[in-house]
Nanobody, 126 residues
Framework: QVQLVESGGGLVRAGDSLRLSCTAS????????MAWFRQAPGKEREFVAA????????YYSDSVKGRFTISRDNAKNTASLQMNNLEPADTGVYYC???????????????????WGQGTQVTVSS
């Protein structure tokens, strides 16, 4: 099993940047597909970005493509989400997720992930 802890959230203004980190313990992140999801108040949790375990290819939602970058540091056993040019619509609780067996077609599905962090709040003011 792997345990995930997110950090790096905060209150920023539109146009600012933030970097979220997901620190894993118990297993190596390279064994997992690592993903970020977010949930705004009153809305369902939605896919943001993922790095597939087998070859490290990255995937993004249309709303963040070109602004967010997911990465993985095997030495530090972390996954990160660099968020640039933030918008008020990016506000929400951001969750790190991991799974070692999901198939590519389920990458964007919350139910495909077995392991989740507790979440970190990101608030973007206009």
């Amino acid at each position: 099993q792997v345990q995930l802890v997110e950090s790096g959230g905060g209150l920023v203004r539109a146009g600012d940047s933030l970097r979220l980190s997901c620190t894993a313990s118990g297993r190596a992140v390279r064994e997992y597909t690592m993903a970020w999801f977010r949930q705004a108040p009153g809305k369902e949790r939605e896919f943001v970005a993922a790095m597939f375990r087998s070859y490290g290819r990255t995937y993004y939602s249309d709303s963040v493509k070109g602004r967010f970058t997911i990465s993985r540091d095997n030495a530090k056993n972390t996954a990160s989400l660099q968020m640039n040019n933030l918008e008020p619509a990016d506000t929400g609780v951001y969750y790190c997720a991991a799974d070692s067996t999901l198939i590519l077609s389920t990458l964007r599905n919350t139910r495909a992930y077995d392991y989740w962090g507790q979440g970190t709040q990101v608030t973007v003011s206009s």
